[in-house]
């Protein structure tokens, strides 16, 4: 394998996937920053006008002068069923050229970042409700095993809290107390978003009132949070409660 050193930061880099050909740079960064590459660049394209000179918004790639769509764009059934299947021979047993390989935490921040805030569109959001909605056979195959089937099943070391306020009972509760208030957070009134009900009297403590709907109240997560950051999560009271919501 041949070791090349960038023309710009020195750096010694090699290319696994191509070996044995000679690179000037380490990066598209590092090529970018070639002055006398780009000096001689910049005289070959004197003269030449650019395509989208004087052209405003936005501009689909087959309307640029010079290009074509590929010939067989939008044909379907032009390959026979042995070509299909010569090429999937072909390809068979070849695998991508980073399986196996972990990604160092350098590239595992920039693909973090790059996702980061990144949400689907409405329009997207729809198609997918409705191609589940049209394929029901895929959710249900989807379902992941419960308790002893499911793969890391640890013989029920689960508190048995956890078990209750995540049961049927733990979920209806839930929904009631969320319905009765509005969806809307008791301290600060705001509607909607990440909401907590919670126990206005102790979960642990007072069993015969898990589910009872006038135990439970509305707040935000970051409510929920600060509740609990100044009266603890052990022993909560009705009182504790009344003094939170009147401190506006």
């Known amino acids: ?119 689907h569109s409405e329009i997207t959001k729809k198609k997918i409700s409705n191609f589940f909605l049209t394929h029901p056979e895929i959710l249900k195959n989807r379902q992941v095993p419960k308790g002893e089937k499911h793969h890391n099943w640890k013989g029920g070391i689960s508190k048995i809290n956890d078990v209750i306020r995540h049961s049927i009972e733990g979920n209806l509760w839930r929904n009631s107390v969320f319905a009765r208030d509005g969806y809307t957070c008791q301290k600060t009134g705001i509607k909607g978003g990440k909401l907590v009900a919670h126990h206005i009297q102790n979960f642990s403590s007072n069993t015969e009132l898990r589910f009872a709907i006038d135990n439970g109240i509305t707040l935000s997560e970051k409510s929920h949070k600060e509740f609990h950051h100044i009266y603890g999560k052990v022993r909560n009271t009705k009182e504790q409660m009344i003094t939170y919501l009147s401190n506006k």
């Not at 970018?32 to 070959?44: P, Q, R």
């Not at 309307?63 to 021979?89: A, C, M, V």
């Not at 072909?90 to 693909?111: A, D, V």
């Open 1 to 119: 394998m041949i070791i090349n050193i960038c023309k710009i930061c020195k750096k010694e880099f090699a290319r696994p996937t191509n070996p044995q050909r000679i690179y000037k740079y380490c990066s598209c960064a590092c090529m970018g920053k070639d002055m006398e590459k780009t000096k001689k660049h910049s005289l070959a394209m004197k003269g030449h006008k650019a395509w989208n000179k004087g052209v405003t918004g936005f501009q689909s790639w087959m309307n640029i002068s010079g290009f074509k769509p590929g010939w067989n764009k939008g044909l379907k059934g032009i390959y026979s069923k042995e070509t299909l299947e010569s090429n999937r021979l072909k390809h068979l047993g070849i695998s991508p050229p980073n399986k196996g390989k972990k990604m160092s935490e350098e590239q595992r921040k920039k693909l973090s970042d790059i996702k980061t805030g990144t949400h």
